[in-house]
């Protein structure tokens, strides 16, 4: 089985040149090959054979390297002493793929420091019935805010049970409508953006150092108190 872990070498020193050679659906493929290969090398390199040699033609140096002459091609009969040559060809190939950005651009590489596969975004957090108490609390749906999109982005939003996004009212001065330039600044302290129910909790809620929930004490003199209680909320690390 050395031949083996020579061959995927092979790819990995030609993959300028394969990757061309390769679909979407082909990429899509190989990624798998090289993800199961750290629990199957064995059988990944068939696959891996399987997929690129129809590819090149006779006496192209990868097609040669995975079927050298003189040697009977059957990759699960490898001993547990080739093993781990085996999984470190496949560690540099997938380090190779991973770094040029072929498997995650759809074949138009990118550099290095862009190639990094993102995490899967988490699904958008809805409301329960733990969360009714909140949206009991006077709101607009957020078409009827006329705001500078700068300060828009600045407010807590959230989504109602029916999908509809709602402003929180106490946010905005009665007179005005304007956003209160305090619940912009305590907005960006408490990560409104990231987590807009935990930041309407806070608003909302009873607090102990402040003895009434912060949002009935907006518009009254009240402004450093209100900011030393949220960064009261601020870990320390």
Known sequence: M????????AIEENWE??????????RAELLEIVEDAESAPEIAADELRDLIKPLLAPGHPVRDALTPSGV????????????????E??????????ATGILETGGVALPYEMSAVEPAAEPAYRPDADDAWI????SFPVTLVELPPGQADQLIVLTDENEVDRVPAFQLAERSGAP????????????????????????????VW?????????GTGVDHALLSAARAEIPEW
Request: proline share 8%.
């Open 2 to 9: 050395p031949f083996l872990a020579d061959a995927i070498e």
């Open 17 to 26: 040149e394969l990757s061309g050679l390769l679909d979407a659906a082909g």
């Open 72 to 87: 009977r091609y059957h990759p699960v009969s490898g001993t547990a002493q080739e093993r781990p040559q085996l999984l």
């Open 89 to 98: 060809s496949f560690r540099k190939l997938r380090t190779r793929l991973l």
């Open 135 to 138: 949206l009991a609390a006077p």
């Open 180 to 207: 209160y330039p305090v619940v912009i600044e305590i907005n960006r302290l408490l990560s409104a953006d990231e987590d807009p129910w935990g930041a309407a909790d806070w608003w909302l809620g009873a607090n």
């Open 210 to 218: 402040l003895g009434a929930a912060p949002a009935t004490l907006l």
